[in-house]
């Protein structure tokens, strides 16, 4: 069985009845838009699974660190994870709630039933909630410099001194909207 799957015990199926469940999932990598997370270590994850009459509410986090590649300098970034674990498990296909095709709102796709043997499978709550906590853009600092257009060298190391055409950057500076205020002297 795996690190993610919970066995729903008996006790659960009686309104107001809750428990908890914690392990750990070993998740090599994950792809999340064009960035790709690799973590060294397992991710633990806790969840307490609550009966709300109809269905089973499972509420918990998930906390790990994961890396990826800076958005402009590509060098690697460190993420500390907490997500936040939610699902929603209607119990027994009969209570799924039935629309006519006319609702626009909601469609049936949009719950989960608990299987019939009773076994919740995490993982992709807790992928989510990864997905959820991660940066939009990953920066190795707030103040990255990037790349080189030019040469590809990395400016937080320093100016790359590839030698900038200066037709280019004369073309740069006539493009540049604001280029008449280079000269400009606040006083």
């Not at 270590?41 to 994961?66: K, Y």
């Not at 990826?68 to 119990?91: K, M, P, T, W």
């Amino acid at each position: 069985m795996s690190d993610t799957i919970i066995k729903i015990p008996a006790e659960l199926f009686a309104l107001a009845e809750c428990s908890h469940f914690q392990g750990e999932y070993d998740l090599p990598e994950l792809a999340m838009g064009p960035d790709d997370y690799t973590f060294a270590a397992p991710l633990a994850w806790r969840v307490d699974v609550t009966n709300t009459g109809a269905a089973l509410l499972v509420e918990g986090a998930v906390t790990g660190s994961g890396t990826c590649a800076c958005s402009r300098c590509l060098e690697d970034v460190q993420h500390d994870f907490n997500g936040q674990i939610e699902g929603y498990f209607l119990i027994g296909v009969d209570s799924a709630p039935r629309y006519d095709d006319d609702d626009e709102e909601l469609g049936e796709d949009e719950f989960d039933v608990l299987p019939e043997d009773h076994m919740l499978d995490l993982a992709p709550l807790i992928q989510a909630a990864l997905m959820v906590d991660a940066p939009d853009m990953p920066l190795c600092r707030d103040d990255c410099a990037g790349l080189c257009p030019q040469c590809g060298a990395n400016l937080n190391e320093g100016p790359c001194g590839c030698g900038e055409d200066p037709e280019l950057a004369a073309f740069e500076k006539q493009a540049n909207p604001f280029s008449a205020l280079a000269d400009f002297k606040f006083e």
